[in-house]
């Protein structure tokens, strides 16, 4: 039960590193179960997430050392089929353990990730295609339970281009007999990043990165040693905050591809942002401008950075419009920036956020991770002191989030905070 308590107005100023991407990581562990051999992951974010699909793996029976930030994985033959239920139910992410155990094994028994506080994410995407790629599978009582015999290569036309549905048909498809076509697939830098790995296990993967991607299946998998790319979303984030606290940062490593459509959104808003090779210099300005948001899937603006975008846009002077088109209630952090001083009116997918608003700190609780990173920023900019709670969804996706902010000048400390349950 820990609380983040930030005593905002100082601008920030300073170099950070920036960590492994969280939606990669957690994709090539999955992957991982497609081979017998060893898999080593390079640099492994110390997050919530991670240790949580750690746990996953270790419940299915397969030898992981996680080691600074490196993980190596082997999954030898007497793999379980059944994923841990408490761990598979924390996170959604281990809904992609579902391809590759199919594909290995022919068989699987996963807990239903149900839905979350940003809307409902249903995995029908997921359990169609690899229905029809031959496996039989049951959704019900909570849990995915299914078998197949060998999966068959299908062409296969996702109705929306789901990230983790594409990823699981991609690791699926790998051991599966003859070819596979994803088409309207997801386009997202971390897919790009699976296929690298899965082709570096020896599998023949083409296309992604564009919405078309063609999988070769093969005979077997074998090990592999991958480092993962910088996370994008954690990057966008310190760019909010160097534009929130008129402060100058210096992000590195970042790939500056991946971040095309946030760069331009914060240009219009009158950030700065100088790009030198894999170092980004970025300096928030005296004014900031609003802005029209809509998000979408990559290339588009990314959902993911929704909520830090709206905390900015409370300082812009003007009003900013926010269309949420990804998750149908990705709002909830407006409820916390309202006591906060924010002026923001939703309508269901639409937001409108008057600008600009004097934001004071107050207690506030961090409803998602995405949420929690945005009234951290909130906090930095604000007057006085705000007090975050339910750190723990922040914890899931940030690495070393108020020992990173504080190395720039933040004013920002963990307190830990025994509840009276756990003292009975
Ligand atoms: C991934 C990211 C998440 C990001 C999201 C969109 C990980 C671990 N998480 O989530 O941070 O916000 O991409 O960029 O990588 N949908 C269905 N049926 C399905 C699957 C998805 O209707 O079977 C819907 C979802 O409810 C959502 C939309 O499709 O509205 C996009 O979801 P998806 O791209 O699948 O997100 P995730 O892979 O879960």
Redesign the pocket.
Known sequence: MDVLVIEGGKPLSGSVRISGAK?AV?KLMAASLLTAEECVIRNVPRIKDVENMVNVLLGLGAQVIHDGDVISIRAGEDLSWEAPEDNAREM??SIQIMGPLLARFGRVRIAHPGGCAI????????VNSLRKMGADLRDEFGFITGSCTQLTGQDIYLD?P????TENIMMAATLAKGTTVIRNA?R?P?VVEVQNFLNRMGAHVRGAGTDTIRIHGVDQLGGADHTVIPDRIEVGTYMVAAAMTRGELVLSPVIPDHLDMVMAKLRQAGVEIDVRGDHLRVRGPRVLRPLDIRTGPHPGF???MQPQFMAMLCLAHGTSVIVEN??SSRFQHVEELMPMGAQITVDGRLAVVRGPCRLTGTRVSATDLRAGAALVLAGLAAEGITELERVHHVDRGYEDLEIKLRGVGAAIIRKSVVSAEALV
């Open positions: 939606n957690l959604r992410a809307g409902t994410r249903p995995v029908d995407l997921h929306i789901s990230v983790g549905a997801a997202e971390e990314p959902t993911d990804v998750y």
